[in-house]
């Protein structure tokens, strides 16, 4: 899996999670405290990867 796009994800319930995208517009999300899913972003960014943070999940990219 080669995400292109990484989301820092607030949900509703205040429960957080990092969103993957790939080019073809599947996602894979890893739950994690607001921290855990802090670092993941930071990874991705340094990666080169896009990032953005989204209050509530997407089912579209």
């Given amino acids: 899996y080669q995400a292109c796009r990484g989301d820092f ?8 999670c990092l969103q993957l995208w790939n080019k073809e517009g599947r996602v894979v ?4 405290d607001p921290l855990e899913v802090a670092q ?3 990874a991705c960014h340094d990666a080169g ?3 953005r943070v989204q209050i509530n ?4 990219p």
């Fill in 9 to 16: 994800v607030v949900r509703l319930d205040g429960s957080t």
């Fill in 29 to 32: 999300r890893r739950e994690g």
């Fill in 40 to 42: 993941w972003l930071l």
């Fill in 49 to 51: 990867i896009e990032v």
């Fill in 57 to 60: 999940e997407s089912a579209a």
